[in-house]
């Protein structure tokens, strides 16, 4: 590979709460123990443990080179690096200018769609399990959620109740639906049917979508992305898109993400209720960054990244099925994050899943409850790191967490 996927990074101290707030035993990790004197290996947080794309610090540093850091324009070149990678990576068409814009982050941006296409205390659908995020802007803002649960086929794989999701949608008067496309945490990247059919339902009973497309990079095997806004007209013209670099060149520190809206009336409404807090404002740094990293030689960076990441889930997914015993999980086809169910060992073994999560972590393997994310006896574990971590993370798991399961 050209890129370096294999350097084991000494990120403590260095403002990085996958590693700091374990270490200093904060929030959740109160009173964390490691055994042996095992060290941290973070696998909680979605927050990769990669050097950065180089040409991303490259960009960066020329800007700061400059000296001066006042008020600016967007450059033509933003609009341009996406634009460019939208159609190269996703193949979307007729994406222009006027149908993009800045968004602080992807939650924030779901906040401003929410405050214009609903009132206070309107009922919002969203699939269960359900990213964190969602949970916390939903309650913070004053909707009430609705969850259709995903349910798993005869292999394993999470499916859209499409009948469930028609009945919420109707029982509860449901006006705006949030997506997870590819869905995080179960790892689906939705086929080009399953929203078609989804959108069906949304088109008959007048529902807006936002949907969160920040995974659209990390596709992993022979599987693809998707966009929401492609498979139907009442899609483009009715869904709200969110996307960000933050995720595929772990950029979040940097703050900057981006919609896309082809609606010229919902963008001008989104974009004013954006504008209110009069903080929703681009970084002159996160813009060159977003430059630097949508290019060339970034997609051959994200593609060298895919593969080591597939070879990640392709280990921890073996390593289930043929060691541990009473776990499972459904292979991803998206994200780095793997969603295991522990439902079948906590039961065999007598446990419960709040001893099994501390014993992972006494091992320093750090893990994260999957509950608040509507995953009962579920545990969510990060695999964006050296490949070498993520075996030996596994090793101790089946030594410390898992030592009856084989």
């Known amino acids: 590979m050209k890129y ?3 350097t084991i990074m000494n990120r403590a101290s260095q403002d990085a709460i996958a590693i700091d707030l374990p270490l200093q035993k904060q929030g959740i990790f109160e009173g964390l123990a490691t055994k042996d004197d095992l060290d941290i290996i973070p696998m909680w947080v979605a927050d990769m443990n990669f050097p950065v794309f180089p040409g991303i610090l490259e960009a960066i540093v020329r800007r700061v080179s400059l000296g001066h850091f006042g008020y600016f324009s967007t450059r033509e070149e933003y609009y341009d690096a996406i634009i460019a990678w939208q159609s190269i990576r ?3 068409r007729g994406l222009a200018k006027e149908h993009i814009g800045y968004e602080n982050g992807v939650l924030g941006g779901v906040v401003s769609a929410l405050n214009v296409l609903c009132s206070k205390g309107d009922k919002v659908l969203v699939h269960s399990p359900t990213y964190i995020g969602f ?3 939903l309650e913070n803002n004053g909707y009430e959620i609705v969850h259709s649960p995903l349910v798993k086929d005869t292999h394993g794989i999470w499916r859209m109740d499409y009948e469930d999701m028609e009945k919420k949608i109707v029982d509860n008067k449901i006006h705006a639906v949030i997506m997870c496309n590819p869905h995080n945490p179960c790892g689906r990247a939705w086929t080009k049917e399953e ?4 959108y069906e339902i949304f088109q008959s009973n007048h529902v807006f979508v936002i949907s969160d497309e920040i995974w659209s990079d990390i596709i992993l095997g022979t599987n693809f992305h998707t966009p929401s806004q492609s498979v139907s007209a009442y899609a483009r013209d009715n869904t709200i898109a969110l996307y960000a670099p933050s995720k595929t060149f772990n950029l979040a520190g940097l703050i900057g993400s981006y919609h896309i809206i082809y609606n010229k009336w919902l963008k001008e409404r989104i974009d ?7 903080y929703n404002n681009m970084n002159v740094l996160s813009m060159h960054a977003l430059i630097g990293a949508y290019c060339r030689e970034g ?4 593609d060298e990244l895919r593969q080591v990441i597939d070879d990640n889930v392709a280990y921890a997914c073996d390593c289930i099925r043929e060691r541990l015993q009473g776990v499972s999980c459904m292979r991803p086809e998206a994200t780095y994050m793997l969603f295991i169910d522990c439902s079948q060992y906590c039961a065999t073994h007598g446990i419960t899943l709040d ?3 501390r014993k992972g972590q006494e091992a320093g393997v750090i893990w994260q409850d ?3 994310f509507h995953g009962e006896n579920c545990i969510r574990i990060n695999l964006a790191l050296p490949t070498s971590r993520v075996t030996e993370a596994f090793e101790r798991l089946l030594k410390y967490a898992f030592a009856d399961s084989e």
Do not use: M
Not at 272 to 278: A, I, P
């Open 4 to 6: 370096d996927f294999t």
């Open 90 to 92: 996703n193949d979307v």
């Open 135 to 137: 949970t916390a802007v």
């Open 195 to 198: 929203l078609a059919k989804a």
């Open 272 to 278: 004013k209720e954006s504008s209110l807090s009069h």
């Open 299 to 302: 997609a051959q960076w994200v």
């Open 355 to 357: 001893t099994l999560l």
């Open 370 to 372: 999957g509950r608040p």
